[in-house]
């Protein structure tokens, strides 16, 4: 919502593996699960923020993305506007 990304919006992803402090990534969590969030890594620890007020951040251990339990799957590139 906050990042102005509407329903019928496409976001074009360059696939890689990482990503730096306040980009927009998508990142696979969890074993299948994908989310768009802002990325953020202090130390030790990723914080995925969300673009949305009524969500709260997720905190990922960095050892989740060296394990593979977490990924960035790429980094958004362009938004299109709903066709």
């Known amino acids: 919502i906050d990042a102005g990304i509407e ?3 496409q976001v074009l992803i360059r696939r890689q593996p990482v990503a730096d402090n306040g980009q927009i990534v998508a ?3 969890n ?3 994908a ?3 802002r990325f953020h890594q202090q130390g030790d620890t990723v914080i995925l923020y969300p673009a949305n007020a009524k969500y709260q951040p997720i905190i990922v251990p960095k050892s989740d993305f060296e394990s593979g339990y977490a990924s ?6 362009e938004l299109r506007r709903g066709f």
């Open 7 to 9: 329903p019928q919006d």
């Open 27 to 29: 990142c696979r969590m």
């Open 31 to 33: 074993g299948d699960e």
């Open 35 to 37: 989310t768009l969030k």
């Open 72 to 77: 960035i799957i790429g980094v958004v590139i």
